[in-house]
């Protein structure tokens, strides 16, 4: 009976620990030729590396699924336009998200065809971006019931406030 190589236990273990991208980063690694070996703590870093990355790849989009976005969108591609009352220094304010920092909700107000969605989806998606949770919410479907329509502090906020407005 053969027993098993130290690569076979060493990606059961990771496995099991449910480090799946872990697993292929060492399989990648395991297949390359040995000139192109790298050190220990090279291959160690690239592990934890592409392992860390897959995570918060996650949860960034569990976050942009959760915030219920209608559109991509995303404040780089945000046009500057006074006429609609959007300067730039607004938009590199918002986009800084320091607003969520102080605790504050977002309104945006305009007439129809303004871009109010797509600057609050571009915001929510910033929010994410920086590790937040936003919730997009038309007022058209709480018509009445003063709900922002852009939460960056979650949901269990959301409901605590819905339920005293």
């Known amino acids: 009976m053969l027993e098993p190589t130290i690569e076979k236990l060493t990606i059961e273990k990771l ?3 449910r480090l799946g991208t872990m697993v292929a980063a060492l399989r990648e690694m395991l297949s390359q030729p040995p000139k192109q070996a790298l050190s220990f703590e090279e291959k160690h870093s690239l592990l934890v590396d592409r392992e860390w990355q897959e995570r918060e790849n996650r949860k960034l989009q569990k976050r942009l699924k959760d915030a219920k976005l209608t559109k991509k969108a995303s404040v780089e591609n945000l046009i500057a336009d006074p ?3 959007l300067e730039r220094d607004t938009i ?3 986009s800084s998200c320091r ?3 102080h605790k504050h909700n977002l309104v945006i107000v305009g007439a ?3 871009g109010k969605s797509y ?3 571009a915001l929510a998606e910033q929010a994410g971006c920086r ?6 919410l038309r007022m058209k479907a709480h018509r009445g019931s003063r709900t922002p329509p852009l939460f960056a502090r979650g949901r269990e906020r959301l409901a605590a406030q819905h339920r005293h407005l």
């Not at 590790?131 to 997009?136: C, E, F, P, T």
């Open 83 to 85: 006429a609609r009352g």
């Open 131 to 136: 590790g937040y949770r936003a919730l997009l």
């Open 99 to 101: 607003w969520i920092e």
């Open 92 to 94: 590199r304010e918002l």
């Open 119 to 121: 600057l609050a989806a």
């Open 112 to 114: 129809t065809g303004t």
């Open 15 to 17: 496995t099991s620990l």
